[in-house]
């Protein structure tokens, strides 16, 4: 290395004798570099739009970032056999890039931009406000980022300062803790909290950015991952009077999956992406795949609409969650309309609702059977090969904006991250950790089911905390949050793949066909074809680190999937698991 050295200092050398004395030394402005860059508000500014960048990518939230997580859990399954099968078996080998590396790439390069910017900010001269607003976001965003990774990869470096790039003994850094990952989040959360303006405080500017109501959401997340429901629930009450902003649940459930109704009552946070359309037609996949010409749209249409109708056909809804919303209808006997907004179906009912007074819209049922501006009158398939159920969230199939499926990063229906309706949720599994079956919690759950039309819970249908456990984790939750990104995250901090019970209960609910028919029948292990939960491997629960990765970086161990060591023991040992309760 010595020698490389000394010829390149000697070529500099000779360059700069040839060099005439009076020729100018000019520096292009548009190649700035770290070292020389962020040393203005202005610039930090800059900085943290390029941050919310790369929570756009493919292996954070414009694809697999966000679709791992709901195909890990029981609510979707691989249609197409391929792409994510790894993932929905959950048996990854830790060579498949696009879970065992690409949110792990992707994520990092989220906190390798934020810890710039707070290396950069204690030192620019500017307003409180400036300063509070700029670490905050760059706090919230770092924490997002370690929040995936943990969820996750289980063990991760934790890497908060920038100086640590420069240094080749720290670039390389070793596992830490799920737990010490987890510590760091907390305090970064809470700082954001603090730092950042609510909603109602940052009016224009807090469209699409993080505020102080995404940052207690998310450190109530964070807290419950980790049991601490006595500390989570305080920040979840202080949402809901209003501390960090106004938050409402939307009249309409639909509005969290429209373009035209983003960044409204319900939302504390959501990932920004351009209209259909309205963006250019470059698209930024990876963190090389930069353009001023990026479509700045997202992929989850592609995975999620139906390969019948021109997406790629490869994640469906379970046939469990189908057969949950129609076990219960509204007040009016009318379907739950979160099975429309969910789940891609024919319902001939719908072509009776639309545009009636109904108990869920009172003003006019938007229901109807089109589908991408067709009328159909079965359930198209999810995919073309092995059938199901096609999943609409986040698509445009039941907006019907446009014709047909234009597939890659195109979608631009915002991602809705954390919602209202989940920091109701929250607290009525922190009152009920906390005090057992309360009406304070059936309250906060009635809350959620008024805006569908559903008759109220009474307390006295549930006799244990266990009772009212399994209503919220197994019928509440899925109805109101089904195939989004969380669920995975939800059965990882419940425990319910070190329980007997709680996996055979994921293995039927994970049940599905591969006739190559949109099957709603619901499932038992003597009619289904399959269930994903059936290839689960004990420490594979969290995805392996990717064998690349590993081999590149000597200080790195694997986790828990690369080493099959079940967490079991370890979980059990820290917290308890809810037995399972036949609500029936």
């Known amino acids: 290395m010595k020698g490389i050295y000394i010829i390149l200092t000697t070529l500099a050398l000779m360059g700069g004798m040839m060099a005439c004395h009076d020729q100018l030394e000019v520096q292009n402005p548009n190649n700035q570099t770290t070292f020389d860059f962020g040393d203005s508000e202005s610039e930090l500014q800059e900085t943290i739009i390029a941050c919310y960048n790369r929570i756009r990518l493919d292996g954070t939230f414009a694809r697999v970032g966000y679709t791992l997580d709901a195909v890990r859990g029981d609510e979707v399954w691989n249609s197409s056999q391929q792409w994510y099968l790894e993932y929905d078996n959950l048996n990854s080998p830790g060579t498949i890039g696009i879970g065992d590396e690409w949110p792990w790439r992707d994520n990092y390069h989220i906190i390798n931009r934020t810890n710039f910017v707070l290396s950069k900010v204690d030192e620019v001269e500017m307003s409180e406000d400036a300063y509070n607003q700029i670490a905050g976001q760059a706090l919230f965003l770092r924490s997002l980022a370690y929040y995936h990774l943990a969820t996750y990869y289980q063990t991760v470096p934790l890497i908060v300062d920038y100086a640590d790039y420069s240094d080749i003994n720290t670039m390389y850094a070793a596992n830490n803790t799920q737990d010490e990952v987890f510590d760091q989040i907390e305090i970064d959360l809470a700082a954001a909290m603090q730092m950042l303006p609510s909603r109602n405080e940052g009016g224009e ?106 997406s790629w056909g490869d994640l469906a809804g379970s046939p469990w969650l189908y057969n949950l919303f129609k076990k219960e209808n509204s007040t009016d006997g009318r379907l739950d309309p979160r099975l429309y907004w969910t789940l891609v179906t024919y319902e001939p009912e719908y072509s009776n609702y639309t545009d009636l007074n109904t108990a869920a819209y009172p003003n006019g049922d938007p229901r109807n059977n089109m589908v991408y501006q067709q009328e159909v009158t079965e359930t198209p398939l999810s995919n073309n090969a092995q059938g199901g159920i096609s999943i609409a ?23 809705r991250l954390m919602r209202y309706s989940d920091v109701l949720l929250r607290a009525a599994e ?79 609910h994970g049940y599905y066909k591969r006739d190559g028919t949109a099957s709603t029948e619901e499932l038992t292990a003597a009619t289904a074809d399959d269930s994903s939960f059936e290839y689960f491997n004990p420490g594979h629960e969290y995805f392996p680190i990717f ?19 079940d967490n079991a023991p370890a979980f059990k040992a820290k917290w308890s698991i809810r037995p399972v309760v036949d609500l029936n």
């Open 547 to 565: 064998q690349g990765t590993l081999n590149a970086n000597p200080n790195l161990e694997g986790n828990s999937a690369n080493k099959n060591e």
């Open 393 to 415: 969230k986040f698509t445009n199939a039941r907006n019907n904006i446009y014709s047909s499926i234009t597939n890659g990063l195109q979608c631009g229906v915002n991602l």
């Open 205 to 310: 500017w807090a469209q699409g950015r993080a505020t102080s109501g995404a940052a207690a959401g998310y450190l109530a997340r964070a807290l419950m991952f980790r049991h601490k429901f006595d500390e989570a629930y305080p920040v979840l009450k202080d949402i809901i009077a209003g501390m960090y902003g106004t938050y409402a649940l939307t009249a309409d459930y639909g509005d969290n999956f429209r373009e035209d109704t983003e960044n409204n009552s319900e939302s504390l946070f959501e990932v920004q992406f351009m209209d259909f359309g309205t963006g250019g037609t470059d698209e930024e996949w990876t963190p090389v795949n930069i353009s001023r010409e990026a479509t700045q749209g997202h992929a989850v249409e592609s995975n999620f609409a139906s390969q019948e109708l021109g």
């Open 430 to 508: 922190c009152e009920n950790e906390i005090n057992g079956p309360t009406q304070v919690a059936i309250d906060y759950i009635n809350e959620v089911r008024r805006r569908v039309a559903l008759e109220d819970l009474q307390l006295s249908d549930f006799s244990s905390a266990d009772a009212l456990f399994e209503q919220i984790a197994n019928v509440e939750r899925p109805k109101e949050f089904g195939c989004e990104n969380g669920r995975g995250i939800d059965l990882l901090r419940w425990g319910f793949f070190y329980d007997a019970g709680r996996l055979n209960q994921l293995v039927e």
